[in-house]
């Protein structure tokens, strides 16, 4: 048989006090005697007794929960956020909902609506792929919002970000300088703002090369292994001129390492890869992939901490960061005939 839940009364009862002192004391509340602290201390240390979360929320109108929405918690890039996020949360005695779209823009706004419903205290949204008129308005719900790799241009929320841009450009310009001309880009999904961003660099490299991208070098694709491989086969099958891939992330990087092994292509001998993230695995696979390194735990804590910000309006703190990466060159890159020289 289950024992029946301790209640606030209970305790109050054998404590011999009221309801409110034993609240007092919960609540670390000066107004009271310390003889009748430690009294209802040792009533609750010897029942068990935990305070509702439900009746609490109800008092301060908090429920100390925070929503995390991705769009996909099997890449390595959002776990790693949801770690940090967690980390920073639970430190600060919040819970952490997640959810996952699973790459589904259509599911963003019908996951905002149940967080919505379940009164979180605000929202954390990485990555979104749904067009900025709906998602403003469900994200419009919130007491506080922060943004993880998206900015809108009509209403500008709080949020963290990677300077993409510069992401792309600093790759791009890395593979230009091996002597490549001929670099094709693995792009991700036409909605990803990350993905326009990077696109947006690359092409700014190249520009400033003089190299003229052709517009069949450009190929789009969902940002996992499978479909980077699709990908690559597409956009090398389409374009076998290409010596040099810049691919969105590292896991469409090693979708197109995987379908060059399958053809017969040597990386970076023949074709020369690069990726954007710097997940673990980047550094572990035969060749190790050159990529750009972005602190996703750290944005995971960044954003968590500017949401409790919100959620406790210091408006001032609630702003935008912009965090810069790191161009991380390794093996998939570093075909000595393709250097130029010094």
């Known amino acids: 048989m289950s024992r029946r839940r301790v209640t606030i009364d209970d305790v109050a009862e054998l404590a011999g006090v009221s309801y409110q002192t034993v609240s007092r004391v919960i609540n670390n509340r000066p107004d009271v005697r310390d003889a009748t602290r430690e009294r209802v201390q040792q009533v609750i240390d010897e029942t068990g007794y935990r305070p509702s979360h439900i009746a609490r929320s109800l008092v301060t109108a908090r429920t100390a929960t925070i929503g995390l929405v991705v769009p996909d918690i099997s890449n390595p890039f959002f776990s790693a956020i949801a770690r940090g996020a967690e980390q920073v949360a639970s430190a600060n005695k919040y819970i952490i909902l997640l959810c ?70 600093l790759a791009s310009q890395h593979l230009i300088k091996m002597g490549h001309t001929a670099i094709g880009f693995v792009a991700g999904p036409f909605t990803s703002y ?96 050159t990529t750009c390194h972005a602190p ?35 093996a998939s890159t570093s075909a000595t005939q393709f250097a130029t020289a010094a």
């Not at 450009?218 to 691919?247: F, I, M, Y």
């Not at 995971?300 to 609630?318: H, R, T």
Request: aromatic fraction near 4%.
């Open 100 to 169: 996952n779209t699973g790459e589904d823009a259509s599911r963003e706004i019908e996951v905002l609506n149940m967080l919505h419903e379940r009164y979180v205290d605000g929202v954390i949204v990485c990555g979104l792929r749904q067009k900025e008129a709906p998602i403003q308005t469900a994200l419009s719900q919130f007491r506080a919002v922060v943004l993880v790799n998206r900015r809108f241009k009509e209403i500008r929320f709080p949020a963290v970000l990677v300077d993409d841009l510069l992401g792309g450009y």
């Open 194 to 289: 990350s993905g326009i961003k990077r696109l947006q660099g690359y092409e700014q490299a190249l520009a400033e090369a003089g190299i003229e991208p052709e517009d069949d070098w450009v190929q789009h694709c969902l940002p996992t292994v499978e479909d980077g491989e699709k990908a690559a086969h597409l956009l090398l099958n389409k374009r076998p001129e290409l010596s040099a891939l810049l691919c969105y992330n590292d896991l469409v990087a090693l979708g197109a390492l995987r379908y060059c092994a399958a053809s017969g292509r040597s990386v970076p001998e023949d074709i020369a890869i690069a990726g954007f993230d710097d997940i673990m695995l980047a550094s572990v696979v035969s060749p190790a992939l």
């Open 296 to 330: 996703r735990k750290e944005l995971g804590s960044m954003a968590v901490s500017m949401l409790l910000d919100c959620i406790n309006d210091q408006e001032d703190k609630c702003d935008e960061i912009v965090v810069k990466p790191e161009l991380v060159i390794r």
